[in-house]
């Protein structure tokens, strides 16, 4: 890596730190205040230009920063190499790594013997109390970025297995409201239009899923003239997708005639060879959830007769009866890990992260028991008031008289 | 009234009936098992069409019923004389009654002494726990179907005053994402549109309050073509409306820019003699929350020189300015008491509907401690999958595979 | 007719005109001017509160007016009630008559001697033409005001048939961008709401032909969350169909599919009994076109063993095999001739009627060849710019410099 | 250029021409008749893999091709590169040439005499009737891909400059309603989307001219949670969008309201010194119209105080009083110009080359008088019908009765 490789990292942190007043703000008392002085914080998260924000921030509250990625393919190596020149920050991502070599990273970080953990997906959690169970003792709690790690965490804590406090991240209302749903929609629309350079309007798209994430994608490629298709094993929420304008069928009928098929269900084969069997010719598919086992990649490889990738980021197969059918990024979050992929806007982040740093804090601050613990409403409040405050919006607020007739139930008719 | 207003309240019944497929199959089962089997039901709903079929619905389950209105101007008097022709149900409702004879309608199926009550607004219940004590007694528990009632019972919950098992229909996901959002939205819009014949796109329209209902209204006037501007006082909901697209504002900002006005809070004085002062010339004023009590009809009575009535359900006051503004409604919640508001869709009753029944049931059924009691998620899955199927909609069901992977921890990268 | 109903249909007329500011300035210059001194107009048009101020605008610019209905359903007899006791309006129309009534009226009109006819639909010119050609001399020239109307015309003109000079209103942009498109499309969406009571989200919703009006309608019903298809004989139309996200199908196929259908074609027999017989148990067809020949009624009346009205404007038929479907305002245009159908909102009048006034103002003022005349652009301009100003929205003006730069074609790269 | 490098360039051809299924089926019969046989075509196109299918289908059709680009940034070097290697066709274009260069590339295109001329923006038929006179015998004729183009070819033609008969393929309904509408739309929002990684959802987005490309901008940004502002300078545009919901306001007022800024106009000057010294911190500016004319880059590179390049594509310039702006592309045509954009999505380009290939058999064919020709309505009508085919849809056609109905007059009421 050069230097002026390493410069463009910068610049790219610059220009996230710039479109992100709120961390900006926290970022300004924590300087002061200094709560994460002595602290040691290890972290799994996408390496890339505003992940970097959060990490200058906590850094400047006075954090040892260790940290690596949380997904081989998402890492940015220009700004992985920045961080690590600054003083204070350890950064052991790099993009492309194999399995082997992304563990050794987050042994790396837990080395470092970390306060404090902010992890995505749950994989730097697991690791700590699957093998490095002596270093459990020293970690006040952790945050957890996303649904699927948040998920994961319930199941620890289902299993007894969970001996951490860990801060729901995803679970509070700024997050959810906000990243799973307009980030993840903009982000993979915007990953999905570069790497195909395919239209929207007049597609049917496939959306696998109707979660938040689900929800932000099928209303925007709605917006854009597709006819989106949901697929959906919740009654309320198919029901919730029917009610919005969306066809609402099984994997089995939609596979025949999707032109697009993205998944977020953060469950396993959810794209099948049998479904692959059905498609289109042309047909694009990919995945918007966590991990890459929501499209089956095993079955196509085995099906098809051979492959290319025309565009980078976009392998496309050809099946025995002629028809191609291609996955993107290798069926890993599209939005991340594909090379045309940036990730969430920038705003978006300034939210989420807001909140992680404004948790990490609180674990540190509070005694807190193991197990899966909710984001106080009051910090969710405030990085809401934040980000009204630095838009320049002003709301109303409640009279006297009003908060006394909201609590009082002697009115009528 | 005559014998063909009655029959047009019949037919009129039975059209609703014809298009609530999710009531129909509740109520084959309620026929054959007879829950209400010599059980009286008292109602304080809106006496219109479809009422009339959970009314009936409940009664082929074999219970005595007993209805009056919840809001003085939403009775439809056909439906009302209709539904008094019918063996085992009683109505007292009429349109246009005053504050006295609201009460006594209230008292005379009070006087039935009900063992379930199925309130909308909370009237019924607070009749019962302020005058008619001596009945509480035999009142084995309540629904209640609004926002605005569910808010009063947790009020008299917080101060120890709710002696009764009521469950919150208004809360379960069923109720309030289709019947708040989709249900209120069409119907208010509808209303509007009806009641003025004013265009929509190119107005500027100021939705206050973004819950469920502000939500829905907001999606719908942006959808055709209006502009709209949200007014809040929840931070968070304010964020979501301006990530929505909308503009947010305070409502003074918001009084001189709005050529349509639409109250959803369920709070007091959300317009005011301060706000119909820098109205435009020709704004319209409406309230698609529950009570009267959102626009301060004193101030605009009081300001206004002289009103008129140039269409049903619409009175437009002129100011000393020669301004003129208009309330639709009397500020009464506009879909249901404009002459013109017929009420939410159909088939969006159908589901509330259903979980009123089957929450009745479920009343009876199980013995419940005082106070606000959600509704079974059971109850609430098998609403949404009677109606997809009812709709002929078939939805994915999870794999043994993916019902492990989803409960398991232990995967990742 | 009571002198209270009278008033009323005053008010009304009122409410409008207090709506329609384009007209108010165009009506104080005709009243300084007077150009209609001494002229008749002759009017056949839907008459109800917009056409009034129409009425009463040119009657300020000095003419005598008599008018008469476009449509048996869609006179407002308060209105025409009231118009008639106007000095110097002379009103035929009345709500409901049978055929032989409305040449009738018609022929009143005629008997009237006008030199300038505004008509809608084709009915007034036509009658001219074939029975009252006595009178074509003295007729200096028309305006029409619907699609159906100038095709009508175009096809008297290809035949040689077309004796008078008649502005097409109907193809100005000014017209047929806003008028077909959201007054069609608002309007038919109230009046469907209002006369049904039934759902739009959800929904699958089959529009019949393309247009302005077809596009205005499956832009609004699917914005409200309905399933559109559109069916279509014109490729180019089909494919823009598809790329703005509907599905495009044969009538045939969507038959089955469609809850409810909408046709827009202005031809016969779009929805036939073929038709009819795949439809869903509950399907609700209606016309948005101009005359009631689009739905093939004779077929269902026919076809169906019984039939009933449970709400008005709305008749239901059960066919041999159980299945009902329902008809709205018999097959006529329904957000005019159902009950509830208050026509296009008013300020999309108030743009129709200014160039309405205007193209009359022009076919008296110059000395025009028979056949279909397009509105002149300055007209068409200027209404434009009158809404403008009356809505106090300022634009843009080119700078010299960009005058010259669009002008010139010496530029590149 | 390495081998590796132009197998991709061959590659991404590759994957546009299975996307292009209408210029495939035009292929196979420009394959059997040949009608380009011998015949040289001289092409400025912006050279990328969409056009590079255009040019083999002309190949295919027997031409001889010289092509260069349009545009100094939007050539893709390797897709020149694959172009050249194949036999029969010679590719001029180069990425980022100066302006001398790009004229010698035009001149060499222009060196091998084509008979017809394929043009995208004037250059190389203003450089025809310029300075290589002697050639203008030569040529039958030419198409011309864009408004800005044809607006040019217009002016020539009204000052008696166009000596040649060139297709205004940008004028057609099957361009202008797909092309301009959804394909600028769609590729703008994804180069600014990819280019500043920021989000839409939330943003005042100011949109310069509203004509067909400003139209699908509008739509598109709003449909992702933008509140847009459009500009214009004719009043029946801005009415227009004032109807679809979008705040009308001039440049001065919108300058201080826009986080982001798209010109469509294509005039000069429409963002300019006054502007950006009005706007808010962090604003972006970018242009979607031909020419880099729109945005006044001396203006802002004088009042600067610095700048930068924290992304590819984006520069960002410091004011004097701390603000920042960025200006996308060097205010060239963001969806081509930027590193990230890829240009119109693949299938919108299929139409537009589809009605190209057309139009240039057309040319040779028919004996055409100089001046701006129209494209015949049947290639047009031709074009929506291979792609509704190819896409599988089907359509109705009209009855006998049908097209009776639609040609006669002597029916009403």
Redo the contacts between chains.
């Keep these: 890596m050069t230097v002026e490789e390493v410069q463009e990292g910068e ?2 942190v ?3 730190r ?2 992100m007043p709120v961390l900006a703000r926290i970022r300004k008392r924590l300087e002061e205040e200094e709560p994460f002085g002595g602290v040691t914080v290890g972290m799994a998260l996408h390496v890339e ?1 505003k992940t970097a924000v959060l990490v200058e921030t906590l850094r400047a509250g006075g954090a040892e920063v260790a940290i690596t990625g949380c ?2 393919l998402s890492t940015q190596d220009d700004v992985a190499r920045y961080l690590d020149t600054v003083d204070g920050i350890a950064c052991f991502a790099e993009h492309g790594v194999d ?1 082997e070599e ?1 563990y050794e990273a987050i042994d790396a970080v837990l080395d470092r013997e970390p306060s404090v953990v902010i992890d995505d ?3 730097l959690v ?1 690791r700590l109390h ?1 093998e490095r169970r002596e270093l459990l003792d020293g970690v006040e709690g952790g945050c957890e970025e996303t649904t699927t790690g948040v ?3 319930r ?2 804590e289902r ?1 007894g ?1 969970l001996e951490l406090p860990v801060v729901a991240v995803n679970d509070t ?2 997050k959810r ?2 990243d799973n749903r ?2 993840t929609g ?1 982000s993979t ?2 990953a999905v ?2 790497t195909t ?6 597609k049917t798209v496939v959306v696998a899923g109707y979660g938040n994430c689900g929800r932000g994608l099928a209303e ?1 490629f ?6 989106v298709i949901v ?3 919740d ?2 929420r ?3 997708a ?10 089995d ?1 939609a596979a025949a005639e999707g032109d697009l098929f993205v998944t977020t269900t ?4 959810v794209v099948t060879g049998d479904h692959f069997d059905r498609m289109r010719d ?1 047909a694009v598919v990919c995945n918007a959830g966590h ?3 929501e499209i089956n990649l095993d079955d196509v490889e085995e099906m098809a007769e051979e492959h ?4 980078p980021g ?1 392998r ?1 197969y050809t099946m025995p009866d002629g028809r ?1 059918v291609s996955v993107l990024a290798e069926g890993r979050l599209v939005n991340l890990a594909a090379p ?1 992929g ?2 969430h ?4 982040m300034d939210l989420s992260f807001a909140i992680q740093a404004l948790s990490a804090e609180y674990v540190l601050r509070e005694d807190l028991e193991p197990g899966v613990i909710e984001v106080p409403d009051e910090i ?2 405030m990085v ?2 934040l ?2 405050r630095t ?1 320049g ?7 006297e ?2 908060r006394d ?9």
């Design positions: 610049a790219k610059g220009w996230a710039e479109h230009p997904n081989p399995e992304y997906g749950g994989d697991f699957e998920h994961r965490l199941a620890m299993d297995a209302p700024m409201n906000f307009h980030g903009e629309l915007s239009m570069s350079n395919l239209q929207v309007g007049g925007k709605a917006a854009l003239g597709a006819r697929t959906e094993v009654p309320r198919a029901l919730q029917h009610f919005g304008g969306y066809d609402v069928k099984t994997m009928e953060g469950n396993v084969d042309g991990f890459n086992v290319r990738e025309p565009r976009l496309e191609n045309l940036w990730g806007p920038v705003e978006i969710d409040v809401a008031e980000k009204l838009s919006i002003a709301i109303d607020r409640m009279t008289e009003q007739y909201f609590e009082s139930w002697r009115h009528g008719t």
